[in-house]
């Protein structure tokens, strides 16, 4: 070997290994920066004959593996919809009290309950007769605390849905600018590890608000697919998604005569096929859950004022604006039967607030199916019972008379629109009812932090074996440049060798 192939040689080494130490410092020192993998300078022999001509280095390279980064970003996405659903049913867990408690809605259909058997056997007693007033007036109470409660997370949802369309779309926008400058890299033959770090980065954040799953192509491009099989387009300018914002009301909808906006690609409306990620979660608490829980809750107060009315008290209502109470009729289909938007607008009918005694005396006389009553006239028997013995029997039974059934309480039709179900099998009576109605929507968000703590134990876990696969090992690297160094001092004592024999050759040829 000539010494000017010795020298080459040794030059084209240390070159290699100053840009192999410059890196393995860059590895080090962002060792803990979220998103950055492991990158190595690529080196190849080269080879003049058969013999060795030193080492061609080549651009900074990252070892990620793609298949274990999309179930990581996955599994972030269902991290991010469970948080969104926590969050937003711990507002309605708090509206409905706690049971052991007494406040919660089936503890105070009981109460009332209560107040009636005392007044039983003290008809005549003023302080009883206010006291039935009152453990109404704290039912109406706490079910407006649950409506509002409930009209508050949707609307939350309501802005989530445009909160995330907008991020989503910023997203697309800086994923589409990466990837252009990814390809321009490329094709110029710098590294684009860096790039390619940032739009992993840019990818995941994506993921949390819509899941997606990146196909990457050889020239440096990149195709997003969503969950449900859409393919999110990517452009540097203008939004790929569109909604708009809306007042989330009790008994507004997205669909066919509804105000709600959808979700739209493209001017298509996507909204039913979102999957994975914070939007989709707004979406599915907007457009389902919270309409079910509150037409549930509508359903408890129009059949409580129902009850009571066909035994010829009209203990709660809505406001006629004449100074009565209008009742739902629970034998109509929900949309129809005036039982939409009931637990916002009932109320202790203002005759009975204003004179107490009509809860033993009755308001109105009945006749068909439940039964005559009449009520008690002014002046009539201070011991009258025949209206208190209805409501315990009948009100807080399973039976509006003798042998004939309540009607059933609805467990279909429901929502503004009529198709949403109820998620439990309706109890017979009005405390059972309210006491599933609390315990079924109070478990949600139970239900919800269980997947949430799951989910991010699994993304952790997911986390922690990206980090081992791709991540930076800093004992590891250290090593590597102790090698480095050893390499580095190697080629040059080549280098030292060559001079050397160039100094002793000059010296004899003088």
């Known amino acids: 070997m000539s010494l000017n192939a010795a020298l080459s040689i040794a030059q084209s080494g ?11 410092s860059n590895n080090v020192a962002n060792a803990d920066v979220a998103g950055y993998s492991r990158k190595q300078v690529a080196a190849q022999t080269m080879v003049a004959g058969s013999l060795g001509s030193g080492v061609r280095t080549g651009v900074a390279t990252r070892d990620v593996d793609d298949a274990l980064k999309t179930q990581l970003d996955a599994q972030s996405a269902g991290v991010a919809a469970a948080t969104v659903r926590e969050r937003l049913l711990t507002g309605v867990e708090a509206a409905h009290g706690t049971t052991g408690g007494g406040n919660s809605l089936g503890s105070l259909v009981s109460a009332l309950r209560n107040s009636f058997s005392a007044l039983a056997a003290s008809p005549s007693d003023q302080t009883l ?16 605390t649950v409506s509002d409660a409930l009209d508050s997370a949707r609307q939350q949802a309501q802005d989530g849905i445009v909160t995330e369309v907008e991020a989503i779309n910023r997203g697309l926008n800086g994923i589409a600018k990466l990837t252009r400058q990814i390809q321009t890299a490329q ?3 710098a590294s684009t590890a860096e790039l390619e770090d940032q739009r992993d980065q840019a990818i995941s954040a994506l993921s949390e608000a819509i899941e997606v799953k990146a196909v990457r192509a050889e020239d440096g491009g990149i195709t997003l697919i969503g969950r449900n099989g859409l393919v999110l387009p990517l452009q540097e300018t203008g939004d790929a998604l569109a909604t708009g914002s809306a007042s989330a009301a009790s008994g507004t909808y997205h669909g066919s005569g509804g105000t709600l906006p959808g979700v739209t690609l493209g001017g298509v409306d996507i909204t039913g096929n979102l999957r994975g990620g914070r939007l989709a979660e707004y979406v599915s608490l907007r457009d389902t859950v919270l309409p079910q829980y509150q037409s549930e809750l509508d359903l408890v107060a129009a059949n409580t004022a129902y009850r009571f009315g066909q035994q010829g008290l009209n203990l709660f209502g809505a406001s006629d604006g004449a100074g009565g109470v209008t009742v739902p009729d629970v034998t109509q289909p929900y949309p129809a039967g005036g039982q ?33 009553f009449t009520p008690n006239p002014d002046g009539g028997p201070a011991g009258f019972t025949a209206l208190i013995d209805r409501v315990l029997d009948s ?25 949403l179900h109820s998620g439990f099998t309706a109890s ?26 799951s989910a991010t134990t699994q993304r952790d876990d997911l986390q922690g074996r990206v980090s081992t696969r791709s991540g930076v090992d800093s004992d590891e690297e250290m090593a590597t440049m102790v090698q480095l160094q050893n390499a580095y001092a190697a080629n040059a004592r080549v280098m030292t060798t060559v001079q050397s024999m160039w100094d002793a050759l000059l010296a004899a040829v003088r």
């Open 395 to 419: 009100t807080f039974g399973t039976t509006m008379a003798a042998g004939v059934t309540w009607p059933p309480i609805a467990t279909a039709g429901l929502g503004g629109d009529g198709s």
């Open 428 to 453: 017979g009576t009005l405390e059972g009812y309210a006491a599933q109605l609390t315990t079924t929507q109070t478990a949600s968000r139970a239900d919800a932090s269980a997947a949430k703590e």
């Open 187 to 189: 094709s110029g033959g």
């Open 14 to 24: 240390l070159s290699y290994v100053q840009r192999a130490l410059v890196q393995t």
């Open 340 to 372: 939409g938007g009931f637990a916002a607008t009932i109320a202790v009918n203002p005759a009975v607030r204003e004179k107490p005694s009509l809860v033993r005396d009755g308001t109105q006389a009945t006749s068909g199916v439940a039964a005559g």
């Open 129 to 144: 007769q206010s006291g039935v007033v009152q453990a109404a007036q704290d039912f109406v109470d706490r079910v407006h």
